[in-house]
C-alpha cells in the first residue's frame, strides 16, 4: 500500500513525514474518513467544504486544492473499487512549544484501505467518564486530537460493549464516539444538534436534509425510553441493540438503520 505525502508517493511503512510535525506531536490537525464505493468517491465536496471550515477554525492555510490532489492521485497509483480514503491534514513543522508558527506550511497526506466488512449491531453504552465539551470549537470539527474518543471506546470495551455513547457537560446527548446517534422518540427521529457537541457528520446532513429527522437536543432520560437507535458515519450505518446491558425493542434498531441507508449511502 501506497501513501500521498505533500505530493509524492510513499510506502505505507517508510518514514514519510517530520519527528517534529505538530500533528504528530500535538494532534494539531484534521482529518477526513472518505468512502469509496464501486470506484467512486463518495460525497468529496462534502468532506472538503468540512475539511475547510475546521482549517478556519484552526487558522490555517487553505488545502482545498492539495487535498483533492492527494486524493485524485493516490487513487490513480492505486486504483481499488471498495475502499476507505483518510485524508489528514496538520499544521505542519515547527518550534517546540504549544505556539503555532506564523507561517505555517501544512502537511496534506492521504491514505487508501481496503473498505471493512459491514459492521454488526450495536452493543452501546453511555460514557461514564468522559464527556463532550460543547463548548470547545473542538467540538464542530475532525480534530486529530480524539482521545476523548478513545477513552470512551475503551469503557466500552471494558463494559462489554462496542460503542459509547457521549453526554456532554450539561449532561445532554452529544454523539457516539465514532458516530452520528439518531433516536426514534414516539416515532420522530431525533439526532443531537451542534450546540451540544455533535459534529456536523456527512450522513447527518443528508438525513436532515431529506427530512428524515430532525435536530434538537436530547436528554438521557429520553435516550433511556427510546424506541430504536441508529449510528451513522461515513462508512456505513448500524443498528443499536442494546444500550447499558438493556436489550432495545427488537427491529426497531434495524428498521430505522434502513430508513437511514436508503437516504445516507444512495
Known amino acids: ?28 490537525g484534521l ?14 465536496e462534502r468532506h472538503l467544504a468540512r475539511l475547510g471550515r475546521g482549517t478556519r477554525v484552526l487558522g490555517l492555510p487553505t488545502v482545498e486544492q492539495e487535498a483533492r490532489r492527494a486524493v485524485n492521485e493516490l487513487l490513480m497509483a492505486s486504483p481499488m473499487e471498495q475502499a476507505v480514503i483518510r485524508l489528514t491534514v496538520t499544521r505542519g513543522s515547527g518550534a517546540r512549544g504549544l505556539t503555532p ?14 473498505m471493512p466488512p459491514a459492521a454488526a449491531p450495536v452493543l452501546a453504552i453511555v460514557a ?17 486530537n480524539m482521545l476523548d474518543n478513545v477513552l470512551a471506546r475503551a469503557e466500552a470495551v471494558e463494559r462489554g460493549g462496542d460503542e459509547a455513547i457521549l453526554l456532554n457537560t450539561a449532561g445532554r446527548v452529544a454523539e457516539a464516539a465514532t458516530a452520528t446517534l439518531f433516536v426514534d422518540l414516539d416515532g420522530i427521529i431525533v439526532t443531537p444538534p451542534h450546540d451540544d457537541g455533535a459534529l456536523p457528520g456527512i450522513a447527518r ?19 433511556q425510553r427510546a424506541r430504536a437507535l441508529a449510528l451513522t458515519n461515513s462508512l456505513g450505518v448500524r443498528a443499536v441493540v442494546a444500550l447499558d446491558g438493556v436489550s432495545l425493542p427488537p427491529g426497531g434498531g434495524e428498521a430505522l438503520a434502513q430508513r437511514l441507508r436508503r437516504i445516507c449511502q444512495a
Do not use: Y
Open 128 to 144: 461514564g467518564r468522559t464527556r463532550r465539551n460543547e463548548h470547545s470549537p473542538l467540538a464542530g470539527i475532525k480534530s486529530l
Open 31 to 44: 482529518f477526513e474518513t472518505i468512502a469509496l464505493r464501486q470506484g467512486r468517491v463518495r460525497h468529496l
Open 205 to 223: 446532513g443528508l438525513a436532515l436534509e431529506a427530512g428524515l429527522a430532525i435536530e434538537r437536543p436530547i436528554a438521557f432520560d429520553e435516550l
Open 101 to 114: 508558527p506564523t507561517d505555517p506550511r501544512p502537511t496534506v497526506m492521504a491514505a487508501l484501505a481496503p
Open 1 to 28: 500500500m501506497v501513501i500521498w505525502v505533500n505530493g509524492d508517493l510513499c510506502d505505507a511503512d517508510a518514514p514519510c513525514i517530520l519527528a517534529g510535525d505538530r500533528g504528530l506531536t500535538l494532534g494539531d
